[in-house]
């Protein structure tokens, strides 16, 4: 038979949501299947093994977290700068700062791949696939800095959006003015 897309969508949001409110270890087919209002059984339809499962989720963050084609199309099209650069990633930032439920899970994962090996190769490979298709729109779209940089940014980004979705240390400075304020300290000027 045939799987419904939308339907698998709609089970990987009830996935993300319930890793974002209590956790990987009350990640389980049945707490999908409660929390999508469907009869029990039909996650592990859809998702047979908790490697498929991990798997469907990774999928349904990259594409709830994406940029729209028409966005990059934009950023591309655009002159080079850092001011661009810095635009970038306060996209980057607003989308997972929106998205503060599947941001929340992907923490979750990846916080679970540091104590479940047999999940490390899964994460590992979709935040290696993410990182290289941002150091490929950062080289299309001709911005400055390189893999180096780009990996620099991950690393910032990562430790701001902890914060800032957690408890802050500093509230009281804009999201925005951080992200100025990394731009300026991490990107290296060229002539």
Request: hydrophobic share 40%.
């Amino acid at each position: 038979m045939a799987k419904n897309e939308a339907r698998r969508n709609a089970l990987a949001d009830a996935g993300i949501a319930v890793l974002s409110s209590v956790g990987s270890r009350g990640l389980t087919h049945r707490a999908i299947d409660e929390r999508a209002g469907v009869p029990i059984g039909t996650a592990s339809n859809y998702f047979r093994t908790r490697e498929a499962l991990i798997t469907g989720l990774f999928e349904r963050i990259g594409a709830r977290l994406a940029p729209t084609p028409e966005d990059l199309e934009r950023r591309a099209a655009q002159e080079p700068s850092r001011e661009l650069f810095a635009e970038y990633l306060r996209d980057i930032v607003r989308r997972l700062s929106t998205e503060r439920e599947v941001t929340l899970a992907l923490f979750e994962l990846r916080l679970e791949s540091a104590r479940r090996p047999e999940l490390a190769d899964t994460v590992s490979s979709w935040l290696r696939t993410g990182f290289a298709a941002d150091v490929a729109f950062n080289e299309a779209a001709r911005l400055p800095g390189g893999a180096r940089e780009i990996a620099l940014f991950h690393y910032a980004i990562d430790g701001l959006l902890l914060d800032r979705l957690t408890s802050s240390i500093d509230p009281e400075t804009s999201t925005d003015a951080i992200v100025d304020a990394l731009v300026e300290g991490l990107l290296p000027r060229h002539p």
